[in-house]
C-alpha cells in the first residue's frame, strides 16, 4: 500500500482476494451437497469431505475433476 493511498479504500488486490474467496467457498458448498447426495462408501465419502475442507480452494476443483460419474 503506498503512501498516498487511503486505508478506507480497498485495493485491487483486496477485491481481488474477496472474489477468491467467494469462490472458494461457493465452491465447497457446492462440493458438499454433491458429497451428501452421492451414493458413496464410507470410507471414499469421508476422504472426499476431507479433501473438499482440508484443501480451501484445490480441495472442490479435485473433487468435480476426479469424482466418479
Not at 25 to 31: G, K, N, Q, R, S
Request: aromatic fraction near 8%; include cysteine; hydrophobic fraction near 55%.
Amino acid at each position: 500500500m503506498g503512501s498516498a493511498s487511503s486505508p478506507l479504500v480497498p485495493e485491487p488486490i483486496d477485491y481481488a482476494l474477496w472474489g477468491l474467496t467467494a469462490l472458494a467457498f461457493v465452491l465447497a458448498v457446492a462440493a458438499l451437497v454433491c458429497i451428501a447426495r452421492d451414493e458413496h462408501t464410507t470410507k471414499s465419502g469421508v476422504v472426499s469431505l476431507l479433501v473438499v475442507l482440508l484443501v480451501p480452494l484445490l480441495g472442490p476443483i479435485m473433487y468435480f475433476v476426479y469424482r466418479k460419474r
